[in-house]
């Protein structure tokens, strides 16, 4: 029986492992301009619009269009993205997020 939860266990990590890496390497390309692998700087290449609210499964998110503009070649690219704007907590108490700082820490990662 052990046996069995240890390995169940570590299945488990490794899953969470590579869904990790999977979002990284998704995240990298989308906050990396393309033609010269330069990372996008928020106060200076990003410029986004909120588009749309969206329900979510535990609160409400935010769609943003986002327009990066590469700082070393000039490359642009747009895409849009949903960022989280209100989340329930287990107590059914909202908590109000701040969506601009979502998008920065989104291009800080």
């Given at each position: 029986m052990g046996n069995i939860i240890v390995a169940v266990l570590a299945a488990a990590l490794i899953i969470g492992i590579i869904v990790f890496a999977v979002t990284k390497i998704k995240r990298g390309k989308q906050t990396k301009c393309k033609k010269c692998k330069t990372r996008y700087s928020f106060d200076t290449d990003v410029s986004y619009e909120i588009i749309g609210t969206v329900s979510a499964r535990n609160g409400t998110d935010k769609k943003a269009e986002l327009r990066c503009k590469c700082s070393k070649c000039?490359?642009?690219?747009t895409f849009i993205k949903l960022f989280p704007s209100q989340r329930i907590n287990g107590g059914d108490k909202v908590v109000n997020l701040?969506?601009?700082?979502?998008?920065?820490?989104?291009?800080?990662?």
């Open positions: 000039g490359e642009e690219k701040n969506v601009e700082n979502e998008i920065r820490e989104y291009f800080k990662k």
